[in-house]
């Protein structure tokens, strides 16, 4: 098999022989992804720790940018900010249905019932971004059947006034800017005792695709640290996120990508998040307890209009559609963890979900609509979606042979009660499901010497069955295809085994196998029919088969300054059962997923004239990704990006290019008519104050 990556073995095999001649040493990285604090090398499973520093050098600002980083990940659909899908090892499914990857702002569940939609976050003022592959079901519930993404925000300092200021301008091929400002104020207010810390930020975009409008984002941040005694701290968040864009980032397939919809008609997509959270972390006599409370409020509204009959005059038989989704979650974790350096390691808790969805939709034909022609014909529909769950989840591990051998079992117990209302054309219908899952996991981690780690680890992964409308339900039937208006649950085991390992500080490098089963695959499809009016439909009877193999490298190289980063993704994600009439074949790769991603970047460190001075260069890979029901492929990616920068002692100024190769072509097929082109060539600068 062809890959990009043979050139990638040659150089981890150059690397590991010059390494004992380093003179840096690789960063050493701590983590709480297991819900203790550890060291990455530490963690016997796969996980990819993305520091503040990396995610700056990269030009990263959302979670769809922090993917690009993640081989075996990639984006999957893209309409706007917080309207896209991301994939963890070929685990997708398309955009209805509860999310297959877990997203947690600290310790905010950012999860919305029946819609795979990201959190539409600035990364402004982060600690870090943690990506955790694989089945997640231990410890992050439902909706991590691919794994689970934790954003770590920084907590406000108690000791210091300090403040940040952000400013950015870009340029994107073909006469489109963009620009962004962020401010971050961290306040004390009783030293040691409490303190704040605000973020807020603005940034607007021109839609690079043939008209489509500006994109607009502005979010505001306040983050609070409670100190009640040295045993009891208290841990507050309060996030106000807003998104407007003009129109969509898709286009038709035939360049130059104009837009899907009638611009003489209202378009537009709007997105309103609030998330609020209260953590108590109180260090007991028999272990640590936390209890996280949080809430979210997600309202998003989008409209559109089809351009008109034959395409032409304005408005001709135009095909409108205005749709508004709100969502809100409460949750409620309480988990005890045995104290650190205990010879017997164990968690347990409870978690607690109430969610509720609300999706209004109004669409039909508006004839003639320019010369008052004909009539305008349109449907309503109202569906209403409850879902109420609880888990129990616990892990213990106890080292044996002197702390070498280190055996992990943990099993979560899933109940879900969902609920669901239809009103469309005065026609009602009510329909209600339980769900419930036994998630058992296993990992045996070996440590034979201090920085090396072997591990295999077998887990399991579930998510409920998806809601969808009726009309969805009778078109999928008369397509010959498995439907319900409550999907049947889908559930995921995973086999992995790998291996982590320092040598001499300066060279850290990790490389894990895996097999995924998927059963009983809730896969969303579009379904053309007449006028080129779609529907999105979602079918079961569709069982998936996976093997692959994730490979990382970082160097500390023999010249000062200088590190190597390299990593990467292999994988054969097929189908071994798909239901009739589907363009997709027993042996197709699933849609979504590349057969192959990675990364090569270089990062050089030195100082001029008193000033820090810094060079980041990388080159992102991704191959094709297919959609299911037609079959077509999107081209494969090939970025080349990079930054080069000064610091001082309160700045930071940096010139980057995205896709300085200027790559042209689709980075995502939605449908026979939609597609996600390439973002054309970008530079820009960046400049940071600080006080």
Known sequence: MKTPFRPLALVAALTAAFAPAAWAQVETVTITATKRTQLQIDVPQTVQAISADKLALEGAANF????????????????????????????????????????????????????????????????????????????YGQ?????????????????????ELRLGYGSVKGGFNTHKADVMLNVPLSKDVAGVRLTAGTSEEDGFIAETGKIKNDNVRL??????NPDVSVDTTLWAIQSRQA???????????????????????????????????WS????????????????????????????????????????????????????LNSKPGSSFDWIAGVFFQDSKLKSEQVQGWAAYKAFGLGPTVYTEGTAKLGSKSVSLFGEVSTPMLGGQLVPT???????????????????????????????PRFNLAWKPAKGQLYFVNVAKGFRSGALQGQSAVTAATAAGLPAERL????????????????????????????????????????????????????????????????????????????????????????????????KAKVGDQI???????????????????????????????????????????????????????????????????????????VAAVLSSIVVNPIQPLKVGVDVNFRF
């Open 284 to 335: 007991t006599p028999i272990g640590d307890l936390v209890s996280a409370t949080s809430y979210m409020d997600h309202q998003f509204n989008y409209k559109f209009s089809v351009r008109g009959l034959l395409n032409l005059f304005p408005g001709a038989g135009s095909w409108r559609s205005d749709n508004t989704i709100k969502t809100s979650a409460f949750t409620q974790e309480v988990r």
């Open 591 to 665: 849609g979504g997923s590349p057969k192959s991603s990675g990364t090569v970047a270089l990062t050089y460190r030195t100082q001029v004239a008193g000033l820090g001075a810094y060079a980041n260069v990388s080159y992102n890979m991704r191959g094709k990704q297919s959609e299911s029901i037609t079959g077509l492929s999107s081209d494969s990616i090939r970025d080349l990006r990079a930054r080069v920068g000064l610091t001082g002692k309160t700045w930071d100024a940096s010139i980057y290019g995205l896709n300085l190769n200027d790559q042209r072509g």
């Open 223 to 228: 983050k609070g640290l409670f100190v009640v």
């Open 143 to 163: 909706g991590s059947m691919g794994g689970a993404i934790r954003m770590i925000t920084r907590k406000p300092e108690l000791t210091t006034f300090a403040g």
């Open 64 to 139: 769809s940018d922090v993917i690009q980083l993640v081989p075996g990940a990639s984006q999957t659909f893209k309409a706007s900010p917080g309207f896209e899908v991301l994939q963890v090892r070929g685990v997708s499914s398309g955009a209805v249905g509860d999310s297959l990857v877990g997203y947690y702002i600290d310790e905010i569940p950012f999860g919305l019932p029946n819609v795979q939609y990201i959190p539409p976050v600035n990364l402004f003022d982060l600690s870090r971004v943690e990506v955790l592959r694989g089945p997640q079901g231990t410890l």
């Open 409 to 439: 079992l943990g099993v979560r117990v899933y109940k879900d009660q969902r609920e669901s209302s239809e009103l469309r054309d005065a026609v009602a219908s009510e329909v209600q499901r339980d769900y419930s899952s036994v998630n």
């Open 487 to 582: 999907m049947p649950q889908d559930s995921l085991w995973s086999y992995e085994a790998g291996m982590k390992m320092e040598v001499a500080k300066s060279l850290a490098f990790e490389v894990a196998a895996y097999r995924i089963d998927w059963k009983d695959a809730q896969l969303t499809s579009l379904l053309i029919g007449a006028n080129n009016v779609s529907t999105t439909i979602v079918s079961g009877g569709n069982d998936v088969q996976g093997t692959g193999l994730d490979f990382g490298l970082t160097w500390a190289t023999p010249l000062n300054g200088l590190t190597l980063q390299v990593s990467g993704n292999v994988n054969q994600t097929e189908f071994t059962k798909v239901p009739a009439n589907v």
């Open 247 to 281: 129109s969509y980032a898709y286009g038709q397939p035939a360049k130059p990508y104009l837009g899907t919809i009638d611009p003489t008609e209202p378009a537009g997509v709007d997105t309103d998040v609030n998330l609020g959270n209260v953590t108590v972390n």
